[in-house]
């Protein structure tokens, strides 16, 4: 491949505008387009951005300029001038997108969490398994939970024999520009049954691990919060240890409630706003205070940015299906500085 | 004793004034009267009820009769006449009163479990400590979280060896008529270290167990949901053994999510609407399909119902103290058809 990695982002709601962004401050790849269905303020906001705006189907064309919003053409279109397409449409439609995808063998694949696994050759998280989506054809990002358990686990996973993973997962139940989802006043089981499809988005990843999860979804936008415990198969580790591994990771940074006074994920993003672009939050936060370790058990409590914590792993799967770039470590040292993910402490 | 108990319940909140109704249900008590400390709807609604009203201190009275309510007496003429004294006054406020009620040597003292556990001789739960309680001078009741927690590991310890319990509690911010608590938008730990009290409050009654627990706090107001992980020393047990023990139990209902489309806390409060005065659920919750066995471990879903669970308990413990009813199961049994709680199954 010579020059540049030309990248197309199908979608640009939640995730695909913050994945647009990101391409843009890489020195290796480039935003050819992004594909919006709808005329509406997310189109004039690409638009604004300066993005060329691609429409699905040449039947859409006319929908957005009787609007006066101006279009460079459809998606298969786009997808003639692209190396890699980043699809972060609705859940679910990515798989039928799959469809077009495949008529254009040149264009490498990148699917969201909302689709089944079996949509890509790989589902990915960076930290976990990078190489093995080295240029393959296709590849899902899974999805924001699961991106915050594999983090932890696979950081753990390098320093200690985990035995089995018990993840209860507090879920915002919607995205701050969603108008009509639900609950306002209600603590949901989702799903009643146990274990929640979280544990079995891990396993896609590292399938040899012991792993339950429970969620419920609360009336809040900002962030999911997890509490994890992790049954470790040798005794002998320290709270220290982990707090040391913690500290050295990357993509995870730890939170000091008693210094910082932050105590939850109100006043995570409300640092945020004042820092970050759209408040985002791409780094696992881990609480350093919650960190407890009871004989052979480590417990403790992180929070999940909802809206970015996937866009780093999206920006390495371009890396790694081109096969740009072949380290891990390179590729994720890339993404970290231009995205300016914090180290060790969060405000510290 | 001679007739039924008399009791004075001070504080006519959210659980007192359940107590004065429930305490009215029972063929071996009397509410004497109830002691509000401000003139406001809890005092018209005290009085429309038909309880005597009694105020802290002499200071008190003109204080509610400017505003036209009529007043019965002080709180310590109160405790001249009663044989049993439930506080329910704001946690701590227990500790301040039981100064006065001590002056009163024959009155019998139950606080509520926002009071330390020294204020009292015994931290009670029914299932699990009635006949310790029995003829003491005091008794706490513990809070609604710690009351749920040991209703299910009483329970389950019963029939099974239990080696460690691990609970994730989900606690509503704010009962319905508290107007100024939060959060609104956000997920807060509660605390940030861990393990949060609840895991101390449980051992003031079962001291033996090796329990963690961890709580946040989220924007609702209706119930707090516990995810409750159990281990066992012994393996084979299976998820029908556990079923076949919560349905006989008492003071535990299960709530088939697949059959009644109850998933949450919101369309649990729904149906008690429909069918219990102020929407009361004092039984434990346990959501049927959530209960998941995997080895050694059950894991499963609660709910708490924060305003009632306790009631039942303080009717028990009021029995406890003054020795009328020796047998646990007796007055319990009494407790609960008075109450009209519900046996087996949620609504079936």
Same mark, same amino acid.
């Given at each position: 491949m010579v020059g540049k990695i030309r990248v197309a982002v199908n979608g640009y709601g939640t995730i695909g505008k913050r994945v647009a962004d990101a391409i843009r401050l890489q020195d290796d790849m480039d935003v050819v387009g992004v594909v919006?269905?709808?005329?509406?303020y997310g189109a004039l906001l690409a638009l604004k951005k300066g993005f060329n705006l691609y429409v699905p189907t040449q039947d859409d064309i006319d929908k957005f300029e009787i609007t006066g919003i101006q279009v460079s053409g459809t998606l298969e279109e786009l997808l003639e001038n692209v190396d890699v397409v980043v699809d972060a449409t609705p859940g679910g439609m990515g798989a039928k997108n799959k469809q077009i995808y495949t008529r254009f063998p040149h264009v490498k694949q990148i699917f969201q969490g909302g689709e089944k696994p079996d949509v890509a050759e790989v589902s990915f998280s960076s930290?976990?398994?990078?190489?093995?989506?080295?240029?393959?054809?296709?590849?899902?990002?899974? =999805?924001?939970?699961?991106?915050?358990?594999?983090?932890?686990?696979?950081?753990?996973?390098?320093?200690?024999?985990? =035995?089995?993973?018990?993840?209860?997962?507090?879920r915002r139940a919607a995205d701050p520009r969603e108008v009509k989802k639900g609950p306002i006043n209600s603590i949901n089981l989702?799903?009643?049954?146990?274990? =929640?499809?979280?544990?079995?988005?891990?396993?896609?990843?590292?399938?040899?691990?012991?792993?339950?999860?429970?969620?419920?979804?609360?009336?809040?936008?900002?962030?999911?919060?997890?509490?994890?415990?992790?049954?470790?198969s040798e005794g002998g580790v320290t $709270?220290?240890?982990?707090? $040391?591994?913690?500290?050295?990771?990357?993509?995870?940074?730890?939170?000091?409630?008693?210094?910082?006074?932050?105590?939850?994920?109100?006043?995570?993003?409300?640092?945020?706003?004042?820092?970050?672009?759209?408040?985002?939050i791409p780094e696992l936060v881990v609480f350093e205070d919650s960190v407890h370790v009871?004989?052979?058990e480590l417990m403790l409590f992180q929070a999940v940015h909802q809206e970015s914590i996937v866009v780093p792993e999206n920006i390495d799967a371009i890396r790694a299906l081109t096969g740009i770039e072949p380290d891990p470590e390179k590729s994720m040292s890339k993404t970290d500085s231009t995205l300016g993910l914090s180290k060790k402490f969060f405000l510290l």
């Open positions: 919006k269905k709808s005329p509406d930290l976990c398994n990078y190489k093995e989506a080295l240029n393959k054809a296709s590849a899902r990002v899974v =999805s924001c939970n699961t991106t915050g358990l594999l983090r932890l686990i696979c950081t753990l996973g390098n320093h200690f024999k985990i =035995s089995r993973v018990r993840a209860v997962l507090i989702n799903p009643p049954r146990l274990p =929640s499809h979280h544990a079995l988005d891990v396993k896609t990843v590292v399938p040899w691990l012991d792993i339950v999860t429970a969620a419920v979804v609360v009336p809040t936008t900002l962030m999911h919060v997890h509490h994890v415990a992790v049954r470790f $709270r220290e240890d982990i707090l $040391r591994v913690l500290e050295d990771a990357r993509r995870i940074v730890l939170v000091k409630s008693a210094v910082t006074g932050i105590k939850g994920t109100a006043q995570l993003i409300e640092v945020a706003r004042d820092l970050r672009p759209r408040n985002d009871e004989k052979d």
